[in-house]
DNA sequence: CAGTTCATATAGCGTTGCTATAGGTGCTAG
DNA sequence: CTAGCACCTATAGCAACGCTATATGAACTG
């Protein structure tokens, strides 16, 4: 009944928090359970997470790497937009699977306090989204773009948590998705059609250029120079 | 330092609880906390409320009332998607005014386990779309879009309340709402234009129907028939 | 006036996150 | 080989937590 695979202290921390995180089907979790099941005593752990909060961290960085991790084995697909929606299954997904690891990353919001794993979230979904915005796919920028999917996409999943099991409905989600993704993209990406429905090309022009430039680190301009550029463009495309 | 007005306990007990939770920063409440401040001893608590989290329901019950009234207060504008709209907006200025109330009420997650509040704001919202499928604006049965607009609107007002106030950025919020309310309306309501953009108009059709015939409680069928004629719509609606 | 019910208080149980202090272990320097 | 030092872990216990067994007072009801 307890980790003991001769690994040093540490590592048998973050399992046995990790098991008993994913198996305390949402009761709150003791360091007193937590040690125990490492075989550990207490002061051990906050030498080498500091408190509660940092063992859970560390738990939730390693987390985090599997969630990168199904992320970007999706992702050479060629068409930006189909990854975003890809990446969107993949989140909700990770949620459902391990929904009490979830909450601890994404469901633990307290008032102006962002944790660290939101923002590496969000970067993720910014880095995919650039890509759509090379394209031209993007009606609105890939930073603005990534925030809102994000939302959503953790309101989705954490309704999706809370409802009882069988009657969880993906649907909520594919619908959610797809009008996420509708709304940010250019009618371009969203059939091959005609024009921009109301959106000016130029805008559209001004979002693609900017994600070129941010992504190629162009030396045709000074550092200065490309700061004031990038500035106008985004004045531009948030217009 | 204490509650006074020489109400009964139990009301002192509420204030208290309600006032330590506005002003406490996000940093957890404890019952000594409320009970002092009520002037009140733990049994008392217990004898009212059953136990702390019965406590907080009773806060959130009066706080949904609030919420309520700004819901409805701006109701009855004619156009059913605008008053979504604000639904919106009311929302998420709800969610940014009381933080702390409103991560009690949305933002205390547990797998397996929807809090009664979320029904009813769900309702609420459903109650609205109703309307706007009663006038064939609606592309998907209100249910469905209550549910996925709410997630989103949950979604976008956490990620608001957990960043720092100076960088709270209101246009991720009016733009994942544009989306999501896009997404669930017909073309026709979109721009008073042409077609449905895809949507065959006898789908339409059942969902507006489907929404008139539940809000005006008809009598010409049996409740047996029209249970099942609105399981056929619905299956149609959903198709 | 006796009996019952409701409301509050006294005192304390078991658990929580965390720590002051001390002891053991393995490395490197002389 | 040993002295010293840095690192790691354990003993023991504190203050705060949610909650309750039990008792006392007050207010109706027969």
């Known amino acids: 009944m307890s980790i003991d695979g001769q690994l040093p202290p540490k590592a048998r921390l973050l399992r046995a928090a990790a098991e008993l995180l994913a198996n305390s089907g949402g009761s709150a979790v003791s360091t007193r359970q937590i040690t125990q099941l490492a075989g550990v005593t207490a002061p051990t752990l906050y030498h080498h997470f500091g408190d509660k909060e940092g063992l859970f961290d560390a738990v939730v960085a390693a987390g985090f790497d599997e969630y990168v991790a199904g992320e970007r084995d999706f992702a050479p697909s060629g068409q930006p937009l189909e990854d975003i929606r890809r990446m969107w299954d993949n989140h909700v997904q990770f949620g459902l699977k391990q929904p009490e690891l979830y909450l601890v990353m994404f469901g633990n919001i307290r008032p102006e306090s962002r944790p660290a794993i939101v923002a590496d979230a969000e970067a993720l979904m910014e880095e995919m989204l650039n890509k ?108």
């Open 132 to 239: 759509a915005a090379v394209s031209g796919q993007l009606n609105v920028p890939p930073k603005e773009a990534a925030r809102s999917i994000l939302a959503a996409n953790v309101g989705v999943t954490l309704m999706l948590i809370a409802e009882k099991v069988p009657e969880r409905n993906l649907e909520l989600s594919a619908m959610t998705r797809d009008a996420m993704i509708f709304a940010v993209s250019t009618e371009q990406a969203r059939n091959n059609g005609s024009d921009d429905s109301g959106k000016s090309s130029v805008v559209v022009a001004a979002i693609a250029l900017n994600a070129a430039l941010q992504a190629s680190h162009s030396d045709q301009l000074s550092s200065s120079e490309l700061k004031l550029f990038l500035e106008w463009l985004h004045r531009i495309s948030t217009s």
